[in-house]
């Protein structure tokens, strides 16, 4: 079982819990660096954006203030630890190959050999207008260039030879042009880890082709297992083996000692994220509407949502809104209630050993190859599950009990990446 840590910057973590600190100080990026270490995790996930969010025009009061940048943040935490990966969220949407595929294979070499790649698209107007006067560009259009972006990268990785010689490289495409000769030498892992989220069929398909590491979000076992069967079953088209790919869905986890109590602090931990004010401004991204007026403990609105102000990320604004709906209907939820129930992402609930079982359940029966742990409270939502659930995947034999290798890829089990300069 493959297990990594994801560090969020993003409004759903609770900050009102005490023993909650700063997402912004070096601190609490070492903590849970450092706890995912001892834990014998794969890699740390550290999210981030150019931009921050907005709501309606202001930026959005709910979100964390002073988001940093996940590829300064990362050298930092390679001087704190020795084994553990590190992965940066950064989107190919606002950044050049040549620049991006130099910073990485960098840190490649400043971590000898523990750096990932977390591809992003950026799809936020206010993303894009933060960084350039034209905005967002079109969906499709982004992903074909996201496309030619990693394989660009792929290029001048594979620029200098394995015996360490220099040797130009040209890429002439649709949407890049350079040639020239790359800086930094080939990598210790020959390339960096490349992760990619999907869940879209197009998102399958670049995972597929391009990603070593696939994350996604699925409740069941059952969406778990069709979602990896077919995300295997395009690899053949691109020339690769089933073991060239690991799937690892976000999670969070909440324990207690008996599943009842862990059943009640998760009650309580969705009530924290997802605040009153939360819950109208999540439903008016759907809805495109100023919804302000609405009680968050009365009924969904009435009126239907409007396509056309929905904001991206939600798919079609009506067909979201009809599902909330009949969610609502189902089991007579409020409309904070109906957004708790429908934008939680997949949780393992209970206590460590029920925890422990369900995790292999799921790892056994080909529903994920492990999972991305998502902490709903930094900097130390990570250590409970790492002093008291670890042990118990160690001793059923489907966690390993100490690294074998040294570079990321060891941790994943991948061979070095061909040379195809």
């Keep these: 079982m493959h297990l990594a840590a994801h560090f969020p910057v993003d409004d759903m973590t609770v900050r009102d819990d005490p023993r909650s600190g700063s997402q912004i100080e070096f601190a609490s990026f070492q903590h849970l660096a450092r706890t995912a270490e001892r834990g014998l995790f794969d890699f740390l996930l550290v999210a981030g954006g150019p931009g921050p969010r907005e709501h309606d025009g202001p930026v959005h009061d709910l979100d964390v203030p002073g988001r940093p940048d996940p590829l300064t943040v990362l050298p930092a935490l390679a001087a ?95 949407h890049f042009s350079a040639e020239g000769e790359f800086t930094v030498p080939r ?133 979201v809104a009809a599902r909330w709906r009949e969610l609502s209907r189902e089991k007579g939820l409020s409309l904070r209630e109906t957004v708790i129930e429908a934008t939680g992402r997949h949780s393992f609930v209970g206590s460590p050993r029920t925890v422990a079982a369900e995790m292999t359940r799921r790892f056994a029966t080909e529903a994920a190859d492990g999972f991305l742990l998502v902490p709903h409270r930094i900097p130390g939502g990570l250590d409970e599950f790492v002093d008291r659930v670890v042990p118990l995947l160690q001793e059923r034999g489907v966690f390993r009990t100490a690294y074998t290798g040294s570079t990321l890829r060891s941790h994943l089990g991948f061979a070095a990446p061909v040379w195809k300069g």
Excluded at 163 to 169: I, L
Excluded at 191 to 204: E, L
Excluded at 224 to 250: H, N, Q, T
Excluded at 260 to 270: P, S
Aim: charged letters at 25%; aromatic letters at 6%.
């Design 187 to 319: 990598s210790p892992q020959g390339h960096p880890v490349v992760i990619r989220t999907a869940d879209g069929t197009q998102d399958r398909a670049f995972a597929a082709a391009a990603a070593d590491v696939v994350l996604t979000r699925h409740a069941t076992p059952q969406a778990g297992r069709a979602f990896c069967a077919d995300v295997r079953s395009r690899l053949a088209k691109y020339g690769r083996e089933p073991g060239e790919l690991r799937i690892m869905p976000g999670t969070g986890v909440v324990l207690g000692d008996s599943d009842a109590e862990a059943r009640e602090r998760a009650a309580a931990i969705r009530l924290q994220q997802v605040s009153p004010q939360h819950a109208i401004a999540a439903l008016e991204r759907i809805w495109g509407r100023d919804l302000s007026s609405y009680d968050p403990d009365g009924p969904l609105p009435a009126c239907d949502p409007d396509p056309a102000a929905a904001r991206a990320g939600h798919g079609d604004a009506r067909a």
């Design 80 to 174: 704190v630890t020795g084994r553990l990966g590190l992965a940066a969220s950064v989107s190919a949407t606002f950044h050049e190959p040549y620049e991006l595929a130099r910073r990485f294979a960098t840190l490649d070499h400043l971590s000898a050999g523990r750096s990932a790649w977390h591809v992003v698209t950026s799809a936020d107007a206010f993303t894009g207008e933060n960084v350039r006067p034209a905005g967002r560009p079109d969906r499709a259009e982004g992903d074909a260039r996201t496309t030619e972006f990693v394989a660009t990268a792929r290029e001048l990785w594979d620029s200098w030879t394995p015996d360490g010689a220099p040797r130009p490289f040209a890429h002439h495409g649709r």
